[in-house]
Protein backbone atom coordinates (compact mmCIF):
# COMPACT_ATOMS: atom_id res chain seq x y z
CA UNK A 1 0.00 0.00 0.00
CA UNK A 2 1.30 3.82 -0.85
CA UNK A 3 2.15 5.57 2.17
CA UNK A 4 -0.28 8.68 2.48
CA UNK A 5 0.57 11.78 1.33
CA UNK A 6 2.17 14.07 3.93
CA UNK A 7 1.77 17.73 4.62
CA UNK A 8 3.77 19.71 6.72
CA UNK A 9 2.17 22.89 7.70
CA UNK A 10 4.98 25.38 8.94
CA UNK A 11 3.22 28.37 10.35
CA UNK A 12 3.38 30.32 13.96
CA UNK A 13 0.62 30.57 14.77
CA UNK A 14 -0.56 27.70 16.97
CA UNK A 15 -4.78 28.59 16.39
CA UNK A 16 -4.17 28.37 12.61
CA UNK A 17 -2.16 24.96 12.83
CA UNK A 18 -4.41 23.58 14.71
CA UNK A 19 -7.37 24.19 12.52
CA UNK A 20 -5.36 23.01 9.41
CA UNK A 21 -4.51 20.12 11.16
CA UNK A 22 -8.09 18.76 11.54
CA UNK A 23 -8.71 20.01 7.81
CA UNK A 24 -6.01 18.06 6.41
CA UNK A 25 -5.95 14.62 9.01
CA UNK A 26 -10.17 14.58 7.78
CA UNK A 27 -9.57 15.31 4.31
CA UNK A 28 -7.07 12.32 4.89
CA UNK A 29 -3.88 13.35 5.17
CA UNK A 30 -0.82 12.49 7.27
CA UNK A 31 0.14 15.96 9.12
CA UNK A 32 3.14 17.63 10.24
CA UNK A 33 4.55 20.89 11.43
CA UNK A 34 6.48 23.53 12.39
CA UNK A 35 6.53 27.07 13.89
CA UNK A 36 10.08 28.28 12.86
CA UNK A 37 12.15 28.48 9.92
CA UNK A 38 14.71 26.05 11.95
CA UNK A 39 12.23 23.77 13.12
CA UNK A 40 10.83 23.83 9.45
CA UNK A 41 14.21 22.37 7.92
CA UNK A 42 14.61 20.40 10.65
CA UNK A 43 11.30 18.28 9.73
CA UNK A 44 11.90 18.68 6.03
CA UNK A 45 15.07 17.14 5.96
CA UNK A 46 14.10 14.04 8.78
CA UNK A 47 11.02 13.27 7.04
CA UNK A 48 9.67 12.86 3.55
CA UNK A 49 7.25 15.71 3.09
CA UNK A 50 5.10 15.82 -0.02
CA UNK A 51 3.43 19.25 0.39
CA UNK A 52 5.04 21.87 2.05
CA UNK A 53 2.05 25.07 3.32
CA UNK A 54 4.46 28.13 4.15
CA UNK A 55 3.56 30.94 6.50
CA UNK A 56 5.86 33.50 5.00
CA UNK A 57 6.34 35.64 8.31
CA UNK A 58 8.17 33.48 10.91
CA UNK A 59 9.32 34.37 13.90
CA UNK A 60 13.18 33.61 12.86
CA UNK A 61 13.16 34.90 10.10
CA UNK A 62 11.27 33.90 6.08
CA UNK A 63 9.62 31.20 5.50
CA UNK A 64 11.89 31.17 1.30
CA UNK A 65 14.66 30.31 3.60
CA UNK A 66 13.35 26.82 4.46
CA UNK A 67 13.21 26.27 0.82
CA UNK A 68 16.69 27.32 0.30
CA UNK A 69 17.51 25.43 3.19
CA UNK A 70 15.99 22.23 1.79
CA UNK A 71 17.13 22.26 -1.80
CA UNK A 72 20.81 22.62 -0.47
CA UNK A 73 20.09 19.33 1.33
CA UNK A 74 18.24 17.43 -1.83
CA UNK A 75 15.36 17.24 0.80
CA UNK A 76 12.31 19.86 -1.44
CA UNK A 77 8.57 18.68 -0.65
CA UNK A 78 6.96 18.19 -4.48
CA UNK A 79 5.03 21.17 -3.92
CA UNK A 80 4.95 23.87 -1.49
CA UNK A 81 2.09 26.60 -1.10
CA UNK A 82 2.85 29.68 -0.02
CA UNK A 83 0.24 31.80 2.13
CA UNK A 84 0.69 35.60 2.31
CA UNK A 85 -1.18 38.67 3.70
CA UNK A 86 0.33 40.44 0.13
CA UNK A 87 -1.10 40.19 -2.77
CA UNK A 88 0.50 42.05 -4.93
CA UNK A 89 2.50 40.65 -8.15
CA UNK A 90 6.22 41.77 -6.69
CA UNK A 91 5.60 39.70 -3.63
CA UNK A 92 3.87 36.93 -5.75
CA UNK A 93 6.83 36.83 -8.32
CA UNK A 94 9.27 36.32 -5.38
CA UNK A 95 7.67 33.62 -3.97
CA UNK A 96 7.53 31.80 -7.40
CA UNK A 97 10.78 32.27 -8.22
CA UNK A 98 12.07 30.83 -4.45
CA UNK A 99 10.53 27.59 -5.85
CA UNK A 100 7.14 27.90 -4.65
CA UNK A 101 4.56 25.54 -6.29
CA UNK A 102 1.74 28.29 -6.01
CA UNK A 103 0.86 31.62 -3.94
CA UNK A 104 -2.37 31.60 -1.89
CA UNK A 105 -3.58 34.69 -0.12
CA UNK A 106 -4.36 34.39 3.44
CA UNK A 107 -7.01 33.12 5.10
CA UNK A 108 -7.67 30.75 1.91
CA UNK A 109 -10.87 29.05 2.42
CA UNK A 110 -10.69 25.58 2.54
CA UNK A 111 -12.14 24.50 -0.51
CA UNK A 112 -9.61 26.67 -2.82
CA UNK A 113 -6.78 25.05 -0.20
CA UNK A 114 -8.21 21.51 -0.32
CA UNK A 115 -8.28 22.47 -4.54
CA UNK A 116 -4.86 23.58 -4.80
CA UNK A 117 -3.11 20.34 -2.94
CA UNK A 118 -4.84 17.71 -4.95
CA UNK A 119 -4.30 20.50 -8.50
CA UNK A 120 -0.43 20.38 -7.22
CA UNK A 121 0.32 16.57 -6.12
CA UNK A 122 -1.46 15.01 -9.63
CA UNK B 1 8.95 104.44 12.14
CA UNK B 2 6.15 105.07 15.38
CA UNK B 3 7.46 106.95 18.64
CA UNK B 4 7.57 103.47 20.37
CA UNK B 5 9.75 101.73 18.00
CA UNK B 6 12.28 104.02 18.27
CA UNK B 7 12.29 104.80 21.67
CA UNK B 8 12.07 100.94 22.87
CA UNK B 9 14.16 98.81 21.37
CA UNK B 10 15.10 96.84 24.17
CA UNK B 11 11.10 96.12 24.56
CA UNK B 12 11.05 95.14 20.71
CA UNK B 13 14.16 92.40 21.46
CA UNK B 14 12.37 90.86 24.13
CA UNK B 15 9.15 89.98 22.02
CA UNK B 16 11.04 88.77 19.44
CA UNK B 17 12.75 86.40 21.98
CA UNK B 18 9.11 85.75 22.99
CA UNK B 19 8.15 84.56 19.39
CA UNK B 20 11.04 82.57 18.81
CA UNK B 21 10.74 81.25 22.18
CA UNK B 22 7.19 80.46 21.53
CA UNK B 23 8.09 78.98 17.66
CA UNK B 24 10.77 76.72 19.06
CA UNK B 25 7.92 75.41 21.62
CA UNK B 26 5.21 75.24 18.74
CA UNK B 27 8.03 72.69 16.78
CA UNK B 28 8.81 70.62 19.48
CA UNK B 29 4.48 70.41 20.12
CA UNK B 30 4.82 69.61 16.35
CA UNK B 31 7.65 66.57 16.43
CA UNK B 32 5.83 65.26 19.48
CA UNK B 33 2.10 64.48 17.41
CA UNK B 34 4.06 63.35 14.06
CA UNK B 35 6.16 61.11 16.65
CA UNK B 36 2.79 59.73 18.46
CA UNK B 37 0.67 59.40 15.10
CA UNK B 38 3.47 57.24 13.67
CA UNK B 39 3.21 55.61 17.02
CA UNK B 40 -0.29 55.02 16.53
CA UNK B 41 -0.41 53.96 12.79
CA UNK B 42 2.56 51.32 13.79
CA UNK B 43 -0.16 50.42 16.88
CA UNK B 44 -3.15 49.94 13.95
CA UNK B 45 -0.77 48.36 11.62
CA UNK B 46 -0.13 45.26 14.41
CA UNK B 47 -3.47 44.92 16.54
CA UNK B 48 -4.80 44.58 12.46
CA UNK B 49 -2.74 42.10 11.76
CA UNK B 50 -2.99 40.09 15.60
CA UNK B 51 -6.65 40.41 14.88
CA UNK B 52 -6.35 38.76 11.13
CA UNK B 53 -4.59 35.44 12.47
CA UNK B 54 -7.04 33.91 15.42
CA UNK B 55 -9.85 35.13 13.08
CA UNK B 56 -8.39 33.27 10.26
CA UNK B 57 -8.35 30.44 12.68
CA UNK B 58 -11.81 30.87 13.38
CA UNK B 59 -13.33 31.24 10.22
CA UNK B 60 -11.06 27.74 8.88
CA UNK B 61 -12.86 26.07 12.05
CA UNK B 62 -15.96 27.17 10.54
CA UNK B 63 -16.01 26.24 7.23
CA UNK B 64 -14.72 22.25 8.22
CA UNK B 65 -17.77 22.33 10.46
CA UNK B 66 -19.79 23.84 7.46
CA UNK B 67 -18.70 21.75 4.88
CA UNK B 68 -19.80 18.56 7.35
CA UNK B 69 -16.01 17.61 7.00
CA UNK B 70 -16.59 15.96 10.89
CA UNK B 71 -20.07 14.67 10.12
CA UNK B 72 -23.41 16.58 8.57
CA UNK B 73 -25.88 18.80 9.96
CA UNK B 74 -28.74 19.68 9.66
CA UNK B 75 -29.69 22.16 8.15
CA UNK B 76 -30.40 24.81 10.88
CA UNK B 77 -27.06 23.96 12.47
CA UNK B 78 -25.39 24.59 9.17
CA UNK B 79 -26.87 28.41 8.83
CA UNK B 80 -25.86 28.96 12.20
CA UNK B 81 -22.14 27.90 10.98
CA UNK B 82 -22.59 29.90 7.53
CA UNK B 83 -23.03 32.77 9.75
CA UNK B 84 -19.80 32.66 11.71
CA UNK B 85 -18.23 32.39 8.06
CA UNK B 86 -19.91 35.17 6.70
CA UNK B 87 -19.24 37.18 9.85
CA UNK B 88 -15.89 36.28 10.21
CA UNK B 89 -15.29 37.46 6.28
CA UNK B 90 -17.00 40.76 7.20
CA UNK B 91 -15.14 41.09 10.42
CA UNK B 92 -11.58 40.30 7.65
CA UNK B 93 -12.78 42.38 5.50
CA UNK B 94 -12.92 45.66 7.83
CA UNK B 95 -9.34 44.62 9.22
CA UNK B 96 -8.24 44.61 5.95
CA UNK B 97 -9.48 48.02 5.33
CA UNK B 98 -7.78 48.94 8.59
CA UNK B 99 -4.23 47.69 7.19
CA UNK B 100 -5.03 49.37 3.86
CA UNK B 101 -5.72 52.72 5.22
CA UNK B 102 -2.37 52.20 7.49
CA UNK B 103 -0.20 51.75 4.25
CA UNK B 104 -1.86 54.55 2.62
CA UNK B 105 -1.27 56.30 5.50
CA UNK B 106 2.47 55.86 6.01
CA UNK B 107 2.92 55.98 2.01
CA UNK B 108 3.99 52.46 1.69
CA UNK B 109 1.41 52.15 -1.39
CA UNK B 110 3.22 51.87 -4.08
CA UNK B 111 0.86 52.00 -7.70
CA UNK B 112 1.73 49.91 -10.36
CA UNK B 113 -0.08 51.13 -13.34
CA UNK B 114 -1.39 49.34 -16.65
CA UNK B 115 -3.76 50.02 -19.31
CA UNK B 116 -7.27 48.74 -18.96
CA UNK B 117 -10.49 49.40 -19.57
CA UNK B 118 -12.36 51.28 -16.87
CA UNK B 119 -15.62 50.31 -17.81
CA UNK B 120 -14.53 46.76 -17.42
CA UNK B 121 -13.70 47.17 -13.70
CA UNK B 122 -16.91 49.06 -13.02
CA UNK B 123 -18.81 46.15 -14.06
CA UNK B 124 -16.97 43.83 -12.03
CA UNK B 125 -17.23 45.92 -9.11
CA UNK B 126 -21.37 46.07 -10.60
CA UNK B 127 -21.30 42.04 -10.28
CA UNK B 128 -19.52 41.83 -7.42
CA UNK B 129 -22.11 43.92 -5.47
CA UNK B 130 -25.24 42.18 -7.30
CA UNK B 131 -25.93 40.28 -4.24
CA UNK B 132 -25.92 42.85 -1.78
CA UNK B 133 -27.74 45.38 -3.58
CA UNK B 134 -30.41 42.55 -4.68
CA UNK B 135 -30.97 42.37 -0.77
CA UNK B 136 -31.93 46.24 -0.73
CA UNK B 137 -33.69 45.94 -4.16
CA UNK B 138 -31.33 48.24 -5.53
CA UNK B 139 -30.34 48.69 -8.84
CA UNK B 140 -26.58 49.54 -10.00
CA UNK B 141 -26.31 50.89 -13.39
CA UNK B 142 -23.35 51.70 -15.89
CA UNK B 143 -25.04 54.94 -17.44
CA UNK B 144 -22.17 55.36 -20.57
CA UNK B 145 -18.55 54.41 -21.37
CA UNK B 146 -18.34 51.98 -23.96
CA UNK B 147 -16.37 54.39 -26.41
CA UNK B 148 -13.73 55.79 -23.55
CA UNK B 149 -9.73 55.45 -24.71
CA UNK B 150 -8.26 52.93 -21.95
CA UNK B 151 -6.41 54.44 -18.74
CA UNK B 152 -3.29 54.12 -17.50
CA UNK B 153 -3.48 53.26 -13.96
CA UNK B 154 -3.26 51.00 -10.92
CA UNK B 155 -6.24 48.61 -11.41
CA UNK B 156 -6.38 46.95 -8.08
CA UNK B 157 -6.70 50.32 -6.46
CA UNK B 158 -9.32 51.81 -9.24
CA UNK B 159 -10.81 48.71 -8.01
CA UNK B 160 -10.68 48.94 -4.34
CA UNK B 161 -12.01 52.78 -4.70
CA UNK B 162 -15.31 52.10 -6.96
CA UNK B 163 -15.48 49.38 -4.92
CA UNK B 164 -15.59 51.39 -1.63
CA UNK B 165 -18.21 53.85 -3.12
CA UNK B 166 -20.35 51.51 -4.36
CA UNK B 167 -20.70 50.08 -1.31
CA UNK B 168 -21.39 52.93 0.43
CA UNK B 169 -23.69 53.48 -2.11
CA UNK B 170 -25.50 50.60 -1.36
CA UNK B 171 -25.30 51.28 2.55
CA UNK B 172 -26.51 54.72 2.31
CA UNK B 173 -29.94 54.31 0.12
CA UNK B 174 -32.78 52.91 1.33
CA UNK B 175 -34.72 49.34 -0.35
CA UNK B 176 -35.63 50.19 -3.73
CA UNK B 177 -33.03 53.15 -4.44
CA UNK B 178 -31.16 53.81 -8.11
CA UNK B 179 -27.42 53.54 -7.88
CA UNK B 180 -25.33 54.74 -11.15
CA UNK B 181 -21.91 54.80 -12.54
CA UNK B 182 -21.24 57.19 -15.12
CA UNK B 183 -18.50 59.08 -17.01
CA UNK B 184 -17.44 62.38 -18.38
CA UNK B 185 -13.99 63.89 -19.77
CA UNK B 186 -12.92 67.57 -19.28
CA UNK B 187 -9.57 69.60 -20.24
CA UNK B 188 -9.22 71.29 -23.63
CA UNK B 189 -8.61 67.83 -25.14
CA UNK B 190 -10.99 65.44 -22.70
CA UNK B 191 -7.38 64.55 -21.01
CA UNK B 192 -9.14 64.35 -17.56
CA UNK B 193 -11.75 61.31 -16.95
CA UNK B 194 -14.37 62.13 -14.73
CA UNK B 195 -15.82 59.16 -12.39
CA UNK B 196 -19.26 59.64 -10.83
CA UNK B 197 -20.88 57.42 -8.46
CA UNK B 198 -23.79 58.29 -7.58
CA UNK B 199 -27.36 57.33 -5.74
CA UNK B 200 -30.81 58.91 -4.62
CA UNK B 201 -30.29 57.68 -1.42
CA UNK B 202 -30.11 59.66 2.37
CA UNK B 203 -27.70 62.24 1.38
CA UNK B 204 -24.94 64.44 3.16
CA UNK B 205 -25.48 67.41 4.29
CA UNK B 206 -23.31 70.28 2.98
CA UNK B 207 -21.25 70.83 6.50
CA UNK B 208 -20.49 67.43 5.90
CA UNK B 209 -18.71 67.10 3.07
CA UNK B 210 -15.31 67.36 3.77
CA UNK B 211 -15.68 65.56 6.68
CA UNK B 212 -16.50 62.26 5.25
CA UNK B 213 -13.14 61.87 3.81
CA UNK B 214 -11.62 62.61 6.92
CA UNK B 215 -10.27 59.13 8.07
CA UNK B 216 -12.50 57.45 11.00
CA UNK B 217 -15.14 60.03 10.70
CA UNK B 218 -18.40 59.26 10.35
CA UNK B 219 -21.80 61.86 10.14
CA UNK B 220 -23.45 59.38 12.52
CA UNK B 221 -20.78 57.91 15.11
CA UNK B 222 -22.57 56.88 17.81
CA UNK B 223 -22.62 53.65 18.68
CA UNK B 224 -25.91 53.54 18.01
CA UNK B 225 -25.80 54.28 14.16
CA UNK B 226 -27.62 52.21 11.71
CA UNK B 227 -24.70 52.06 9.63
CA UNK B 228 -21.29 50.46 10.67
CA UNK B 229 -17.75 50.35 9.09
CA UNK B 230 -14.30 51.34 9.79
CA UNK B 231 -15.01 54.85 9.40
CA UNK B 232 -12.07 54.77 6.74
CA UNK B 233 -13.37 53.54 3.15
CA UNK B 234 -13.56 57.36 1.85
CA UNK B 235 -9.95 58.52 3.41
CA UNK B 236 -8.53 55.39 1.60
CA UNK B 237 -10.77 56.17 -1.52
CA UNK B 238 -9.01 59.50 -1.45
CA UNK B 239 -5.52 58.70 -0.84
CA UNK B 240 -5.86 56.07 -3.81
CA UNK B 241 -7.52 58.81 -5.97
CA UNK B 242 -4.73 61.53 -4.72
CA UNK B 243 -1.42 58.95 -5.86
CA UNK B 244 -2.94 59.41 -9.05
CA UNK B 245 -2.88 62.97 -8.77
CA UNK B 246 -6.88 62.92 -9.20
CA UNK B 247 -9.44 64.61 -7.17
CA UNK B 248 -12.01 63.33 -5.52
CA UNK B 249 -15.12 65.24 -4.31
CA UNK B 250 -18.93 64.81 -3.36
CA UNK B 251 -22.08 67.03 -4.42
CA UNK B 252 -25.23 66.22 -2.28
CA UNK B 253 -27.76 67.28 -0.08
CA UNK B 254 -30.00 66.04 2.42
CA UNK B 255 -32.60 63.90 1.02
CA UNK B 256 -31.41 64.33 -2.40
CA UNK B 257 -29.28 61.27 -2.97
CA UNK B 258 -25.42 61.68 -3.36
CA UNK B 259 -23.11 62.23 -6.36
CA UNK B 260 -19.46 61.24 -5.98
CA UNK B 261 -16.72 62.09 -8.53
CA UNK B 262 -13.17 61.23 -9.18
CA UNK B 263 -10.88 62.26 -11.72
CA UNK B 264 -8.33 59.90 -13.74
CA UNK B 265 -5.92 61.79 -16.35
CA UNK B 266 -6.63 59.82 -19.48
CA UNK B 267 -3.35 60.01 -20.79
CA UNK B 268 -0.81 59.68 -17.51
CA UNK B 269 2.56 60.08 -17.86
CA UNK B 270 4.23 56.44 -18.40
CA UNK B 271 7.44 55.63 -16.97
Given at each position: MASPTRILIVEDSPLVTDAFRVLFTEAGYEVDAASTVAEA????????????????????????EILEALRERGSLPRSTLAMTGHSDPKSRRTCLDAGCSEVLLKPVPIGELLRQIERHLA | ???????????????????????????????????????KTQFLSNISHDLRTPLAAIITHAEILRDGMLGELNPKQRDSVSGIVSGGQQLLDMIDEILTYVRSASDQVNLVPTEFNITEVVDQVRMLNQALAAKKHLSIERLNGDDLPPVYADRDKIKHVLGNLIGNAIKFTPDGGRIWIGFSRRGKEGE????????????????????????????D???????????????IARKLVELHSGRIWVESELGKGSRFFFTLPLNAQRE
Open positions: IERGTSTQVDVMLLDLSLPDGNGL | MTMSERTEPASLKKRIKTLESQARDAQRAIDELKARDALELVVEVGDNGYGIARDHHELVFREFAQVASPSRPHHGTGLGLA
